[in-house]
């Protein structure tokens, strides 16, 4: 396992770690927790918008052509990150959801 996957099994863990859940509860937490391209969806326009604007600001526009290549191709990374990994994650929950989690409903009086 990479460290950085490490690092994020860690950190879930720890996230959860004064609840009282199982251990099949806590791995899915781990699942449903990896990145499904929430933050790229935020902040992935973001850059190429503040490259536009500085662009636009700018005495000589195409000096900065650059900064706007960059965004551009930060912007496709974040939409490429969106299309692999939410999928991915939306069939982990749905795939492992039913097999690691039980519902125990309370008892009602009667």
């Keep these: 396992m990479k460290s950085e996957s490490r690092g ?21 937490i781990v699942v449903a927790w990896l990145p499904k ?6 902040i ?7 490259a536009l604007a500085l662009q636009a600001a700018a005495a000589e526009p195409s000096d900065l052509d650059y900064l ?11 939409v490429l990150a969106i299309l692999l990994t939410a999928p991915v994650g939306a069939v982990g929950i749905h795939a492992l959801g039913p097999r690691w989690l039980s519902q125990t409903l309370p008892q009602t009086r009667t």
Excluded: M, P
């Excluded at 391209?37 to 935020?42: D, E, L, S």
């Excluded at 960059?70 to 496709?76: C, E, F, H």
């Design 68 to 78: 706007v290549s960059w965004g551009r191709a930060i912007l496709t990374c974040a």
């Design 44 to 50: 992935g326009a973001e850059v190429l918008d503040a």
């Design 37 to 42: 391209a929430t933050v790229q969806a935020a």
């Design 8 to 28: 994020f099994v860690l950190a879930s863990d720890k996230a959860v770690g004064g609840g009282d859940l199982s251990s099949a509860e806590r791995k899915f």
